[in-house]
């Protein structure tokens, strides 16, 4: 165990220990007493306590913050701690806001419900999509901030100069069928789409299995939108709901990447292949073509745009921005059998801000803390939180615009962990301060905006399944080894109709009624 990791584990026991609670938790409404934040961490060190840059947070603001910065490996864990003991800071950050202790936490009454309060906040009621605080909340009441993401941001992330090697260049930005889609793989993984001299050396689409033992980037619920059907779940015709995955339309987006990896196109590895060996073999030149959110295709890869560059004079007259748009593409519109898009989405939010009771005791102290974070989405908080310090961390070129400086270790040490506070425009940059764009980041972000008129939503997203809750990950279990067995054909279709059986009697079908019932309230 880390010696951060060490630190935070004996001083939270400390505290539930002493029954000291959180420094947000001891008197109301005193300007004396920190607003208390925790938050992930995704680096080896959290920022210095009281260093410049929280200094400058806290002027914006006129608060006192204290920031808990938790190891992100350990997060979870944490926050079950944290809200099972009830010794929460003022404000906490929820990651997985269907945990039993989340869900839990939020019945007994342990976090504010924001419904009311959201029109004191003229930021974040401007800015926040109505569906993604449907989508956050639970029993119908909003227990936090969302920690807003796009809805519409799946789809394939493609190798655009391949398309061009293989004949097959096209404008993207128009529809195409997921029959045009499996031609492209395929010539991917027939043919010589890298110029090496070299027929059959490549790999069409790529996949892999994610930490929950699903295949990744939601790509199962992508087909099936393509294919006709929901977004994991769908209404049953009699105003409950239907898990896709045991529908025939399932069974024809299975077939489809089946038919993929007996042709010898689909990796035949993916499913044993983590994320990162996924990235990795893609940025090794080995793979074209993947289904996942499609800001990787600006946020990722420049490990492959180096390699490139140094490799290809042409491309390295280019800045590495400039250059990834000549290489990469996203494909996000495509057409089902009935000639109509349809975009599979994703909640809207990466879990959410809770505002504990117990350390918010009166509607006062609540206001003070939301007042926070409103202040952060306003276009000087954005800009405070994406930049950092002037002359420390940014500066301004010839146009006034922000560059990060140099020393970029020291951006990652002081600026990025503050990240995590973002709420609304994790979707949507309004910073007062403006920073040079990249290509790819126009291109990725107008073509998920202009997904939301297709967009087919998940219907649980906002409902709640104790079973599920209790018992999802072993019942998941069932189907997702299923799947990937069937696409390796280890099983065939009984085999996987059998599983859905399984599934379906070993508490599918009561997860079922539970969100049946539950939709029917909630339409109502």
């Known amino acids: 165990m880390s010696r951060l990791k060490k630190l935070f584990f004996v001083g939270l026991i400390l505290c539930i220990a002493g029954g000291l609670g959180f420094a947000g938790g001891q008197k109301s409404s005193s300007s004396q007493q920190p607003i208390t934040i925790s938050l992930p961490l995704f680096f080896q060190e959290a920022p210095p306590t009281g260093n410049l840059r929280e200094k400058a947070l806290e002027e914006l603001v006129g608060e006192k913050l204290e920031f808990w910065f938790i190891p992100s490996d350990v997060f979870n864990e944490r926050v079950t701690l944290m809200i099972t003991s009830n010794q929460m800071p003022t404000v906490m950050a929820i990651r997985d806001p269907k945990a039993a202790a989340v869900i839990n936490g939020a019945r007994s009454g342990l976090f504010w419900d924001l419904t009311g309060y959201m029109n004191q906040l003229p930021n974040l009621k401007a800015h926040y999509d109505n569906q993604t605080l449907i989508n956050a909340s639970i029993d119908g009441k909003l227990n936090g901030l969302p920690v807003g993401r796009a809805l519409t941001r799946d789809g394939f992330i493609i190798r655009k100069d391949w398309l061009k090697n293989v004949g097959l260049d096209r404008d993207l930005t128009k529809p ?10 395929k010539a991917f993984a027939q043919g010589d789409p890298d110029k090496n001299g070299v027929n059959g050396d490549t790999i069409g689409l790529i996949t892999c299995i994610d930490g929950s033992g699903s295949l990744n980037g939601y790509i199962m619920e992508g087909l099936d939108v393509a294919n006709g059907g929901g977004n994991k779940w769908e209404e049953d015709g009699k105003g409950g709901l239907l898990y896709t995955y045991t529908t025939q339309t399932h069974l024809e987006s299975l077939n489809w990447l089946k038919r993929m ?26 793979a074209g073509l993947y289904f996942q959110t499609v800001t990787n295709a600006h946020e990722r890869h420049d490990n492959l745009i180096r390699v490139m560059q140094a490799n290809d004079p042409n491309l ?19 057409f089902d059998k009935k000639g109509n898009i349809r975009a599979t989405t994703e909640p809207g939010f990466n879990g959410f801000m809770a505002f504990a009771k117990s350390s918010s005791k009166t509607e006062a102290d609540l206001m003070r803390a939301l007042k926070v974070f409103d202040k952060f ?14 002359d420390k961390h940014y500066t301004l070129d010839a146009k006034g615009e922000a560059v990060m400086t140099d020393n970029s270790l020291l951006f990652a040490a002081e600026v990025q962990p503050y990240w995590q506070i973002f709420t609304t425009n994790r979707v949507t940059d309004r910073a007062s301060l403006r920073g040079y764009v990249a290509p790819m980041y126009t291109r990725v972000y107008s073509q998920m905006a202009s997904l939301l008129p297709y967009a087919v939503f998940n219907p649980t997203i906002p409902l709640t399944s104790d079973t599920y809750t209790s018992m999802g990950s072993s019942l998941d279990k069932i189907i997702f080894d299923a799947q990937v067995q069937y696409i390796m054909g280890r099983i065939n279709e009984n085999g996987w109709w059998d599983a859905v059986n399984r599934w379906k009697r070993e508490g599918g079908d009561k997860i079922t009624a539970e969100y049946s019932e539950q939709y029917r309230k909630f339409k109502k």
């Open 377 to 390: 989405d306003s276009p000087e908080g954005q800009s405070a939180l994406m930049w950092g310090i002037k």
């Open 176 to 185: 195409i069928t997921l029959d045009e889609i499996y031609a492209i793989a």
């Open 261 to 286: 990896y007996d042709e010898g196109i689909l990796n035949r590895d993916f499913g044993a292949m983590s994320a990162d060996h996924q990235m990795e073999a893609i940025d090794a030149g080995k």
């Open 316 to 334: 390295a007259k280019l800045p590495a921005t400039e250059a990834k748009v000549e290489v990469l593409d996203i494909i996000t519109r495509i």
